[in-house]
């Protein structure tokens, strides 16, 4: 995988959203909304050079949730730097990630300043995806969709932060 070349290819994050056609405003309003904590930022060190590889789509619940959140610490930290490749632009990069056997997004991928892979998250944080595959079955999706947005907003995106930054631990 030329995680270079992906990385020329894939939009920072404002410009990702600039060209999103279903909820543009519901990834502005997260972003705007988005306060990464104290902790996150201090766990970044400035020169940790990390990029963060992202595949979503601007249709995905899951993206709109917890993409902004990331870009907010990524734009808060002069170690990092979040980038976007549409999912389905991608097809041989989102099958390397596959949950599952699905194309599940979002996938972030952390990348060293050499381009090589530190490790990867996705789709959702790991206790959010225990959930949802356990009732995905049992429960209607008019019913469980609600639950997932909750739990987001709750959350605030302090379980997401956490498990993406131990990608930089790693």
């Known amino acids: 995988m030329d995680f270079a070349a992906l990385w020329e290819a894939a939009l920072p994050f404002a410009r990702y959203v600039e060209t999103a056609a279903r909820h543009r405003d519901l990834w502005e ?26 595949l979503a789509e601007d249709w995905c619940g899951d993206a709109s949730n917890t993409v902004p959140i990331v870009a907010r610490l990524a734009d808060a930290s002069p170690g990092l730097e979040l980038r976007v490749l549409r999912r389905d632009e991608h097809p041989a990069v989102m099958d390397r990630y596959l949950t599952n056997g ?32 356990a009732n995905r079955g049992s ?23 956490r498990e993406v930054l131990r990608l930089l631990a790693a």
């Open 29 to 54: 309003g997260v972003y705007r909304l988005a306060r990464p904590p104290a902790w996150a930022l201090e766990a970044v060190p400035d020169d940790a050079g990390v990029g963060l590889l992202v």
């Open 102 to 133: 699905s194309r599940s997004i979002p996938i972030v991928v952390a990348l060293d300043r050499h381009f090589r892979e530190l490790g990867h998250w996705g789709p959702r944080p790991a206790e959010l995806q225990a959930f949802v595959m």
């Open 139 to 161: 429960v209607p999706k008019a019913e469980l969709y609600p639950e997932v947005r909750r739990w987001y907003a709750r959350d605030r995106g302090e379980t997401t932060l």
